[in-house]
């Protein structure tokens, strides 16, 4: 059993989770700005349901973070998945924006930044989401807080890469300069988030889960504390093309400098843009990546260590 935990003030453990958590039971930690702001209704609410689902078919405890009226609860119910996908108003929550939140009771959806610090917090070692943020296109020094956040928080992420929308080879480098490590799972290129491939090699290729973590066992022993990014290709059967990809962002991308778009407005735009101009075969390969993340995160967690036997960082 672990003891000793404390939650920082105005955090919240789900019966669920409290109980996961009490006896070291293996957690997969899931966002929700995927819920608040990634996907339209009733998508949000089905897709979240189903990455929960998938986690618990292996066993696994799942725990979708958000803040709601001011607390940051790990683990929410069916009903509280429903507000966040269908209440307007609702924010996207990084670390930063945790002390308004809290002072402010206001409710949000965590970012993929947002939910490592909580996360973090909970005990949680392992975290799947659909795709990081990462260095803009336009302009390049607009970069998403998720990757300073993935440089000093020890979790396993598990992810399809960054997302397609972004200057994915300005990411890697940002990563690489980060010291964050980036591991290739069953593949030997960086997925595109919607793609499989790329022309962007991977570090590190790994087969299994148990090579995930045995890397990520040696870089925390060695006193390294960024999280270890696990690249996942989207499955086969919801892929995109590269070229049809690559003209729908170009045509997003333009409309999104037309309408002068900045900050948290432009990637929301630019994904449902996107949807729209691949005849929403991208927003399948959103919904299909999502699922399967989740998928892989749970047999990650599930021949890990229990947590009171594993390094504590």
Same mark, same amino acid.
């Given at each position: ?70 607390? @940051?609860?790990?683990?929410?119910? &069916?009903?509280?998945?429903?507000? %966040?996908?269908?209440? $307007?108003?609702? *924010?996207?929550?990084? !670390? ?83 010291? @964050?490590?980036?591991?290739?799972? &069953?593949?030997?290129?960086?997925? %595109?988030?919607?793609? $499989?491939?790329? *022309?962007?090699?991977? !570090? ?110």
């Amino acid at each position: 059993m672990v003891t000793g935990f404390d939650l920082p003030p105005h955090f919240q453990l789900s019966p669920e989770v409290a109980r996961a958590r009490e006896f070291g039971a293996p957690l997969v930690a899931l966002e929700s700005a995927v819920i608040t702001h990634g996907l339209p209704y009733p998508e949000n609410v089905h897709t979240a349901q189903d990455m929960e689902a998938e986690v618990r078919k292996l066993g696994i405890t799942p725990a979708t973070v958000a803040v709601l009226d001011g607390v @940051v609860r790990i683990g929410v119910g &069916q009903g509280e998945l429903e507000r %966040l996908a269908t209440e $307007r108003g609702l *924010r996207k929550v990084s !670390p930063r924006d945790l002390p308004r939140m809290i002072l402010g009771k206001e409710s949000g959806g965590t970012t993929v930044a947002g939910t490592l610090f909580a996360a973090h917090a909970a005990g949680i070692k392992v975290f799947a989401t659909g795709g990081i943020g990462g260095v803009h296109r336009d302009p390049r020094w607009d970069v998403s807080a998720d990757l300073p956040q993935l440089a000093k928080t020890p979790l396993v992420v598990v992810c399809s890469g960054a997302k397609a929308i972004l200057d994915v080879p300005g990411t890697l480098e940002y990563l690489e300069t980060l010291g @964050v490590p980036v591991l290739g799972y &069953q593949t030997d290129t960086f997925p %595109l988030f919607y793609t $499989r491939t790329s *022309r962007l090699p991977v !570090p590190v290729r790994v087969e299994t889960p148990a090579e995930v973590i045995g890397y990520a066992q040696a870089h925390w022993a060695l006193g390294l504390e960024s999280a270890v990014l696990v690249a996942v290709p989207p499955p086969f059967e919801v892929a995109l093309p590269e070229e049809q990809l690559a003209e729908a962002i170009r045509q997003a991308l333009d409309e999104a400098r037309q309408e002068r778009l900045r900050g948290q407005q432009v990637t929301p735009f630019l994904l449902g843009r996107v949807s729209e101009l691949t005849g929403r075969a991208s927003l399948r390969a959103n919904l299909g990546l999502l699922r399967n993340n989740a998928r892989v995160a749970a047999e990650i967690a599930r021949a890990m260590p229990l947590a009171s036997k594993f390094k504590q960082i």
